[in-house]
Structures are given as structure tokens and as C-alpha cells.
């Protein structure tokens, strides 16, 4: 446990008593979004990313030490135990530096070398090995014997490379330094499979190609696995460049057993032992390992980036509590509508026919007229589907000939609607409503508060991952599942119109106790204060703990219990209050007052500065959220279609997800265009997270227009010209070393100064289009 400690402490750059700390909390059951807001005085602060990372290291090196306490007792029971050994164990600070210690003593069937040993033919390979003066045929003589597998010289001589190459193989100072080379300057090369040109042609980028193993960007690695699962790919993993690329690990093998050939008689025979260890056992394995590693790296990037874009979703501004219209665009099939009133319960829904083969458009908008105006409907909110500019276009002549309406109008993402409607959540939340109309309500109700609405959809069905199918599902649940309860948890919710499962993701609260405090809620009204949770059934202490300053209950009998501040905290309020001579009501939002007072006066043992100093902020301004303000985009007049788009139009738009190489935005035409990472900004950008997240409204100019593949280049950079040329028509891609596509990384676009000619009509762009078109 201290070592434990002593690591997460030194990664985390925090007191060993910190972490200890927050380790004691978590093992008692608190959950982060707790600690972090809750227990600042207990962690020295923690934030909660720190205190998710140390919860997942706390994981790893728990794992780390039931796997060393495993290997211990096996190696022992083997009676192989050294004290040397031991010590190496103990300090082994990785599962792959475990594994290599323990390969050695790992059982495993009887390989060539185990029966090389039974044979005697040990002393043969200690003695070739330690005196290459000797003919290795005259050495190997003495050990022919027909009665233990022995033949002759040959067999002899074979039985003793088998035994000095399991020995080199298994050694782990060896593989660690192989490994490290090999990720540092390995080559990873890919190529088409025979036949596989025209079933594999989404793959064309790597049909031909090659790039370090160390500089493989997430989505490439994972374009590369998933061609190669899906057989149209080979990789082939190199030592290094070069017409021998396997000579720097030859040399390793040989220098770590002081092997070298200096004309003797067994020299030959040594070489030959060291370039079959490199090749038939260490390559093979570390091959394997690699690509695994690379495959990790990927996955983890791809999961951190979800997240990042999950977070940006889920945070998004809220429309607020206003009547709203959703409407789910369709040609044929219609438009469905839903009327959803101030707290998101269904008004109203029809069907109306618009669009093309009917056009009822002028009796569509009276219809919509008289659901808005009966309901008080204020915003329109439209799927930006099949159809949403059309529907649109509904919506602004709707506004336009009833002014008295006051309606806002705006077009959402509707990625996951379908999913929420089919799901059994949805059935029960609208029992005997038809599929195709749920999807409306949702959409009305994303628009009020994407948070409350998002959370009832699988994650992954959100539609902002980047190869979401491809990664390890295990693990991007989790970390999903951990950004969905961090992003609930720090905007807060109403105890009294929560759905279950947004309950379901406040700290301490699980799906069973979600449902209940919904059960409770329909059978007794709404609760009046947070104390009424604790005759919730199953309702504990600890849950109650964990979960109140969390859940909010506006307008109750009790003027805390709308806002951030812990129940357990209460008394600390009324101290303040005491000593301003207020009441806690009057107190609530008095600015003026609160920031005359000095913090410290109000401490003690249980509560010290920074809850006081929380508690005084959130009395300013109770229950405030942490989102930012409504805005929306506003989409171009006559820009409907990818046709009507012309180079170097400016256009305003809604990012809609952010990649390792760049951004797409929603600028109304039924295709996202692409910012590619070399024209997010007037700088070098690292990560495009830097510069914007899913939802972010920014003006973009359109560089390039491709009709054919339904692709849109767009820059940030708003003073550059787009490259001229025939309207629509493609660049030729940059050519790099050996005729190969030029990376992203390889152009100097994007090296620290801007470029004088914009990069994404070329090169980069495409090839971030294609790797676009795999996720």
C-alpha cells in the first residue's frame, strides 16, 4: 500500500496524504463527483480529473499487486526463488515488466529446450557459449546417445541452440531494451491482400504504406487494424529501415551474451543461434506485442477523445423550461410533431405532410399555428435530418406570417432519437405513443436540455465518437459511463422532474434507487424537501450522503435544498446567517453582503476554507449552472444544398464532433464539412480540442466543394482565399517518398507559422476525409 501510495502521489504531483486520502473515501464507497465537491479539505483539493485518473492507477496497481503476489508463490513453489529475483519483483512497476520476469519460470508445455534438457544437453550450450575456441561438431560428439533422443552431432548441436535460445528469449533486461527499439524505430508497413483492391478500395490510403510505429496518429492505427480484421490489409512490423533493418537487434541479442565473431571455430554457429533467437522467438512475440501496444494507445486516444466530445454534448446550453415544438423531419412519411410544455411532458402530436408527394404546406403551417398558440408554444426545435432544411423553411414561414407567436426556431442533432424511441426506457416514459413520434418528443426535449434528454441514450449511439466500434468496449463504457456522472453531477438536478435515468447517474444513486425516488415522487407528490428522501425505499444513510447536495428541490419549504450546498453543511449557513442578523432567504443572492465576509470566521474542525468559501459562492447565486447561455446558429438564406455552396463563402455553423485531425460543422446543407486541423486557426494546433468542441458556434469559409464524394472543405481561417480551379473540382493528393499519399504529419502546413496557401484542398484534407469516411 505505501508503494501504491508513493506512485499515484508522484504521477499525480500530489501529497502522499492526499492520495491516501482519497483512496480511503473511495474505498468506503464515495464516488468522485462527491470527493471532488464534498471532501476538498479530506483530498487537499483534489479535482475530480485528478481523482479519475487516480482511481483508474488505483485499479492498474492493485491488479499489478495480486498478479506480483501470484507470480511470488509460483516461482517459490517451484523452489526457484532467489532473494535477487525477488527484488526485482517487488519493483517491477508494470504488468509487462512482471511478465517478463516470470516468463522464465511460467509453465508452459514441454518446448524443444525442456527436452533438450532432459537429453543433458545443457552442459553443450554452457560450454559452446562460454568457449567459442571449440569445434561445435568435436564438442557436440560426446553427447550422442540414441536411448535419449540424441541421433547425432546434428540433433546434439540442434538440442543445444533450442535450450540458448529459449534462454536468450526469456531474458527480460534483453526483451525490455528489443521492446523499447522496436517501438522507437520500428517501421509498421501495410498491403493490400491479393484480390482485395476492389472489396477493400474504402482502405486505398494504406494499400501502399508505411509510417513509424511511434508517430501513427489514433485514427490512422485503427483505419490499419480494421482493414486488417476485415482481410484487406496486411501488416508487417520492421526493425528499422534499411536493406537489413534486423541488424541493430541481431547486435543487441549478441552484445547482451558478449557473443561476437572473431573467426572461431563456433562463431558460425553462435551467429546463426542469435539470428534465429531474433527472428523465431523474439520478433514473433514482440511483433505481436507491438501492434497490441499500438492498438492500447489508439484505443485510448480514440476513448479520450469521445469523451472530451461526449463532455462538450452533454454540457451544451440548455434552451431553458419554454413550451417547445419538436419537430422530426420526413418527406413521404411526413414530419412528425410534438408539443412538449415547460417541464418536457407531452402536450400534443401529430402528423403533417409538408414535403413531396403531398405538399400540404399551407395547411401544415395552420396546423402548427394553432398547436403553437394553444400550447404557448416559444421554440420550434428541428432534426437535422432527411429533409431539416426543408422543414426549416416550414418553421421561418410559420414565423413569419404569425409574428404574435414570438417563436424561435432552430434545427438540433437528432443522432440517437431513433435508439431512445425503440428502447424499453422510451415505452415506459411514453406508453402507447408510436415509435416515429417518440423521436419528435425527443428532439423537443434535447433542445430545452440536452443533459436531461441525452443521458437516456446509449453513449455510443450519440454519434461523436471516432472508430467508437473498433476500441476496447469494456473500457470505453467506462469511461463514458464516468463522463456522463461527472457532467450530471456538476450541473445538478431537479429532484422533483428528473427522469430515472438521469437519477440514475447522480453520485450514490443507482438504477433500483432512481426508480424508486420516481415511484415515491408519482405516489406522494413532489417532494418538498430533501429530507423526504429518506422515505424513499431503500433509501440509506450513505445514499442520502453521497447523493443530496447533488439533487435539488426548487421552491421548497427548505431555501437550501435548491441550491449546491450539503445538507450537512446547513449548520455553517446558519452560523453566517446568525452573524449577519439575515435571514437564510434574504441571504440567499444578497451579493452584496456575502462578499464583506471574511470565509475564516466561519470554519471549524469539520468545514474548513474552501467548503466555506464553496458555501459563499453557491449563496450568491443558488443552484446556478455551470452551462453556458443559449445561443444558435444562424444558417445562410439560399445555402440549402451542397450546389449552392461557392469557395470562399463565409458561413456560420455548429461543430458537430472534433477528431485527432480536425472538426466537422453543420453549416445547413445535409453534409458536414470538415475544418482539417491546419486551418482550425492562424497557429500550430497539437489537438483540435484546443481550439473547439461539439457544439460551438464559429464562421467558417468554405476552401472546396467535392459534388461527386459529397465532401466540404472548409478553413477558420478567414482571410485566406480558397484555392482557385473548375468549380467542384477535385485536387490532385501531394505525392511523399516512393509515390506513398503524404501524410498529414509529413506537409509543413502546419509547423508553427500559417501557410500562404490553404492546405486542406490538397493532401491533408483528403486524407482526413478518408479517414472521416471509416469511423
Not at 271 to 299: C, F, G, I, N, Q
Not at 517 to 527: L, Y
Not at 559 to 574: F, T
Request: glycine share 8%; net charge neutral; aromatic share 4%.
Amino acid at each position: 500500500m505505501p508503494n501504491l501510495i508513493e506512485t499515484i502521489s508522484q504521477e499525480l504531483s500530489a501529497r502522499p496524504a492526499q492520495v491516501e486520502a482519497a483512496v480511503r473515501l473511495l474505498d468506503e464507497g464515495a464516488t468522485v463527483p462527491f470527493i471532488a465537491r464534498y471532501r476538498k479539505e479530506v483530498t487537499g483539493g483534489l479535482d475530480d480529473t485528478q481523482l479519475r485518473h487516480l482511481e483508474e492507477r488505483l485499479g492498474y496497481l492493485r491488479e499489478l499487486g495480486e498478479r506480483r503476489v501470484a507470480v511470488l508463490k509460483s516461482i517459490e513453489e517451484q523452489g526457484k526463488l532467489t532473494p535477487e529475483l525477488q527484488a526485482e519483483i517487488a519493483s517491477a512497476d508494470t504488468k509487462q515488466r512482471l511478465e517478463d520476469l516470470y516468463l522464465p519460470y511460467k509453465p508452459k508445455r514441454r518446448t524443444k529446450a525442456q527436452i533438450a534438457r532432459e537429453a543433458g544437453l545443457e552442459p553443450l550450450a554452457d560450454a559452446l557459449l562460454a568457449d567459442p575456441t571449440q569445434t561445435p561438431e568435436s564438442a557436440a560428439a560426446e553427447f550422442v546417445d540414441a536411448a535419449k533422443g540424441v541421433a547425432d552431432t546434428a540433433a546434439a548441436l540442434e538440442g543445444a541452440r533450442q535450450i540458448l535460445m529459449e534462454r536468450f528469449a526469456e531474458d527480460p533486461e534483453l526483451t525490455g531494451r528489443l521492446r523499447d527499439h522496436l517501438w522507437e524505430q520500428g517501421i509498421l508497413v501495410s498491403k493490400v491482400m491479393d484480390g482485395k483492391e476492389q472489396e477493400g478500395n474504402k482502405f486505398s490510403d494504406y494499400f501502399d504504406y508505411r509510417e513509424a510505429v511511434a508517430k501513427i496518429p489514433s485514427h490512422r492505427a485503427l483505419a490499419l487494424f480494421r482493414g486488417r480484421n476485415q482481410g484487406v490489409l496486411s501488416l508487417e512490423l520492421l526493425a528499422g529501415e534499411g536493406e537489413d533493418p534486423d541488424a541493430v537487434c541481431r547486435g543487441m541479442v549478441a552484445s547482451r551474451f558478449e557473443i561476437r565473431h572473431d573467426g572461431r571455430p563456433a562463431d558460425d554457429w553462435l551467429a546463426e543461434t542469435v539470428r534465429k533467437t531474433w527472428r523465431v522467438k523474439l520478433m514473433t512475440r514482440l511483433d505481436l506485442e507491438l501492434k497490441h501496444r499500438l492498438m492500447e494507445s489508439a484505443e485510448e486516444e480514440a476513448i479520450r477523445v469521445f469523451g472530451l466530445n461526449l463532455k462538450a454534448l452533454l454540457l451544451a446550453a440548455p434552451a431553458g423550461r419554454l413550451p417547445t415544438l419538436g419537430l422530426d423531419p420526413g418527406l413521404r412519411t411526413g414530419v412528425k410533431v410534438a408539443v412538449v410544455d415547460a417541464t418536457g411532458k407531452v402536450a400534443a402530436t401529430d402528423t403533417i405532410y409538408p414535403h413531396a408527394p403531398k405538399n400540404q404546406w399551407d395547411a401544415s403551417i395552420a396546423k402548427l399555428a394553432v398547436l403553437a398558440k394553444a400550447h404557448a408554444v416559444k421554440l420550434i426545435s428541428i432534426g437535422n435530418g432527411t429533409a431539416s432544411r426543408e422543414t426549416d423553411k416550414l418553421a421561418r414561414e410559420l414565423i413569419q406570417r404569425h409574428p404574435e407567436l414570438g417563436l424561435r426556431s432552430l434545427v438540433v442533432s437528432e443522432a440517437g432519437a431513433s435508439v431512445y424511441s425503440a428502447s424499453e426506457f422510451a415505452s415506459k416514459e411514453l406508453p402507447g405513443m408510436d415509435v416515429s413520434l417518440r423521436g419528435a418528443v425527443s428532439i423537443a426535449r434535447r433542445l430545452q436540455d440536452p443533459l436531461a434528454e441525452l443521458v437516456k441514450i446509449e453513449p455510443k449511439a450519440i454519434g461523436v465518437g471516432q472508430y467508437q466500434h473498433d476500441v476496447n468496449q469494456t473500457r470505453l463504457a467506462r469511461t463514458l459511463d464516468a463522463v456522463v456522472e461527472d457532467c450530471v453531477n456538476a450541473v445538478g438536478v431537479d429532484l422533483n422532474t428528473a427522469s430515472v435515468p438521469l437519477l440514475t447517474q447522480v453520485s450514490g444513486l443507482n438504477r433500483t434507487l432512481a426508480e424508486n425516488i420516481v415511484q415515491f415522487r408519482e405516489t406522494n407528490g413532489a417532494f418538498a424537501n430533501r429530507k423526504k428522501l429518506m422515505g424513499v425505499s431503500r433509501f440509506g444513510e450513505k445514499a442520502f450522503q453521497l447523493s443530496a447536495g447533488f439533487l435539488r428541490v426548487p421552491d421548497g419549504d427548505e431555501p437550501l435544498d435548491g441550491s449546491a450546498v450539503h445538507p450537512e453543511a446547513y449548520p455553517v449557513v446558519r452560523r453566517i446567517a446568525e452573524f449577519t442578523g439575515k435571514d437564510i432567504r434574504s441571504l440567499i443572492g444578497d451579493t452584496a453582503t456575502l462578499r464583506r465576509l471574511d470565509p475564516k470566521q466561519f470554519t471549524d474542525e469539520q468545514f474548513g476554507l474552501p467548503t466555506v468559501k464553496d458555501i459563499l459562492s453557491e449563496l450568491e447565486k443558488p443552484g446556478r449552472d455551470p452551462r453556458p447561455e443559449f445561443k444558435t446558429a444562424q444558417f445562410k438564406e439560399g445555402v440549402e444544398t451542397l450546389k449552392d455552396l461557392k469557395p470562399d463563402m463565409i458561413l456560420e455553423g455548429t461543430v458537430t464532433n472534433v477528431t485527432n485531425f480536425g472538426a466537422f460543422v453543420d453549416i445547413g446543407v445535409h453534409q458536414d464539412g470538415l475544418v482539417h486541423i491546419s486551418v482550425l486557426a492562424d497557429r500550430f494546433v497539437k489537438d483540435p480540442h484546443e481550439v473547439v468542441k461539439s457544439g460551438d458556434l464559429v464562421k467558417v469559409k468554405v476552401l472546396e466543394v467535392d459534388l461527386e464524394r459529397k465532401r466540404i472543405a472548409l478553413s477558420m481561417r478567414l482571410g485566406e482565399s480558397a484555392p482557385r480551379g473548375e468549380p467542384g473540382a477535385r485536387s490532385e493528393r501531394p505525392q511523399g517518398r516512393s509515390g506513398q499519399p503524404r501524410r498529414q504529419g509529413d506537409s509543413s502546413r502546419n509547423r508553427g507559422k500559417p501557410a500562404s496557401a490553404p492546405a486542406p484542398a490538397g493532401g491533408a484534407m483528403a486524407d482526413a476525409f478518408a479517414k472521416a469516411k471509416r469511423r
